[in-house]
């Protein structure tokens, strides 16, 4: 009994250890336009069996939706842009999406980068306690440091688990399409003159 005890304790702490050290997957859209790149940074959770729609269900009162996981999702653009007739200045930016249960979501670009891990998880470890993590409370928070909120078109689409983000350039500059479950939703960049 106590042999057994032990190799459940054993395990349970080998597979702790594992998850702790396993960081999140995350990836980069990037799309050259003008000699210049527009690239968004964003983890990239997964269904895995569970409903989009019960996922959103989740989001806070705001309805504001990180627009990805782990860390902060972030839009850096070496070019001005117009996105939905709104100028946004090159630099770099935090991505959200306004989900509201009717009608059409937004994409958020927020002037604010994110706050350090530290700040909402005390027993961060010293190496990730300055990364950026997104604000929950973001109508609270950053709400008033929005430099676009912009519709998306929506589009069904074969269901994909994971939550994917591809640029691609188009005739005014870089079109953006978001991916998960059944559903995606696009939108221009347009390279701004």
């Not at 891990?117 to 709400?143: C, M, R, T, V």
């Amino acid at each position: 009994m106590r042999l057994r005890l032990f190799c459940l304790v054993l395990a349970l702490g080998c597979a702790t250890a594992a998850f702790a050290q396993t960081p999140v997957a995350r990836d980069k859209a990037s799309a050259t336009v003008t000699g210049k790149t527009v690239s968004i940074e964003y983890g990239r959770p997964a269904l895995k069996g569970r409903s989009f729609d019960a996922l959103m269900k989740q989001l806070p009162a705001d309805r504001i939706w990180r627009a990805g996981s782990g860390l902060v999702t972030l839009l850096h653009s070496e070019v001005p842009l117009t996105v939905g007739g709104k100028q946004v200045p090159a630099g770099k930016y935090s991505l959200y999406v306004h989900c509201p249960e009717q009608g059409e979501y937004s994409l958020v670009i927020n002037k604010d980068l994110g706050q350090p891990l530290g700040k909402i998880w005390s027993a961060a470890p010293p190496s990730q306690a300055n990364d950026p993590y997104p604000h929950f409370e973001y109508q609270k928070e950053i709400g008033n440091l929005e430099a676009a909120r912009v519709p998306m078109k929506k589009a069904s689409l074969p269901a994909t688990d994971v939550f994917t983000i591809a640029l691609k350039p188009s005739q005014a500059g870089v079109e953006m399409q978001m991916s998960w479950g059944d559903r995606s939703w696009s939108l221009e960049f347009a390279v701004s003159k």
